[in-house]
């Protein structure tokens, strides 16, 4: 398979038998949708139904909580990792300010529902975490990072989103660096103008 080209360009390679739209537009492929469009700040929270860790098991789905907002997503590569822990501690060392503010904050990441569950009771965490144990929010809020030295691929990339009743995202940072931690008062600065 020869390199991808960009499907904008006219000479992209794509199947020629693509449905095509009424204005001459190609309909492409999720995949090529998703290397093109990343989620930022106004767009439509991508919908999902995933494993809640909240001591026990239960299924999660994203539009059955948006009254709950604002809703605060804290992906994080991986449970009992060294800056993962420093990070959900620091939410949760400042949940009363962000439950103040009318927030409630979950922690995302690929790791199975039990070791979350693991993972929140070692911590004391009061907040719940969801296993994206399939990997596909991490694919639809395209955070995908590999630790290939490691052989551990599709975690999330470090990131914060915060969305409001309707779903739509007010605040995104992503950070490529695992080492990097998000600005926790940006976070509750965003949570507290949209409450």
Request: hydrophobic fraction near 45%.
């Amino acid at each position: 398979m020869g390199p991808m080209r960009n499907p904008t360009d006219g000479r992209s390679g794509l199947d020629p038998h693509l449905p095509k739209l009424a204005g001459g537009g190609t309909v492409f492929p999720l995949a090529v949708v998703s290397m093109l469009a990343m989620l930022s700040e106004g767009d439509s929270a991508p919908e999902f139904t995933a494993p809640l860790a909240n001591g026990d098991i239960e299924s999660f789905t994203l539009s059955e909580h948006l009254e709950d907002a604002p809703l605060v997503l804290a992906f994080f590569p991986g449970a009992f990792t060294s800056v993962c822990t420093h990070e959900m501690n620091t939410f949760q060392d400042r949940l009363r300010a962000f439950e103040d503010a009318g927030a409630s904050v979950y922690g995302i990441s690929v790791d199975s529902p039990f070791a979350l569950n693991e993972f929140r009771e070692k911590l004391g965490l009061a907040f719940d975490l969801i296993s994206d144990a399939d990997k596909e929010l991490v694919e639809a809020y395209d955070i995908a990072m590999d630790f290939d030295d490691l052989g551990v691929y599709d975690v999330a990339k470090r990131s914060v989103f915060v969305l409001d009743g309707d779903g739509v995202v007010q605040y995104a940072w992503v950070s490529d660096d695992p080492g990097v931690e998000p600005d926790y008062d940006e976070v509750l600065d965003t949570v507290e103008s949209i409450a």
